[in-house]
């Protein structure tokens, strides 16, 4: 069993090293490159998404110029243990529109309706709920109610009315992260390790990689076009 949880400030750090677990552990899924364990550069963005959710955590006192809210799921047995999490910027210009940033569950804990209740508590709350996922995802959230809307690059575009919102929806830029001198030392220490050679065809895995789910993001979405 478990229970939902809100909150409105920085969570306590306990739940901010879970969450950081969790995002280490799902980056693959949570990384808008959809970056592969078997990708050298996997420990990069491990750090560089870990970072990114970090970051959105912080803005939860409200000093940052950003909207964010934060809602848990926890251990009914053990509310100090986090099962799952979702993390979701809500439009500052539309209270009924919020866009879902990250979604994610313990292995062990899924196929218990963790995501579907996280997902429910926003769409209970936001007549439009925005996220990007990627095709093979797609599935799963249409069978939440979610609808597509259209591609956006290796992603697709859904929501919970069908249509883009169009509210003004505050988000992080995340290139700054991708310059800092942690991110330089793992670049250096993967260099290292793994020799040029190989940090430049994990690049272009990277890249071909986008390439391949840009095409089946467009798939998705012209499918769900022509069937309806």
Known sequence: MFILSRLDSVPPESFQNQIRELVIHNVGDLSNVAITADNPLYPLYQ????MEVHQYLQA?????????????????????????????????????ACSLAFLA????????????????????????????????QVPWFEAMGMQ??????????????????GALIG???????????????????LLNQQGEDAMIEAEQMRDERLD????????CVRQRKTVH
């Open 171 to 189: 988000r992080l830029d995340i290139a700054p992260i991708y310059q800092t001198a942690e991110v330089m030392q793992i670049h250096t220490y």
């Open 47 to 50: 750090y560089g998404v870990g």
């Open 105 to 136: 569950v313990r292995d062990s804990h899924r196929r218990q309706g963790i995501a579907r209740a996280l997902l429910g508590d926003l769409q209970a709350r936001h007549a439009c709920v925005e996220l990007n996922a990627f095709a093979n």
């Open 60 to 96: 939860l006192d409200g000093t940052r110029g950003l909207a964010v809210a934060l809602t848990l799921a926890l251990d009914a047995e053990a509310p100090d243990q986090l099962l799952g999490f979702a993390l979701s910027l809500p439009a500052e210009d539309d209270e009924q």
């Open 148 to 165: 597509v809307v259209a591609a956006s690059g290796p992603q697709v575009l859904m929501s919970s009315t069908g249509l883009a919102s």
């Open 212 to 219: 391949e789910l840009t095409v089946q993001a467009q798939e």
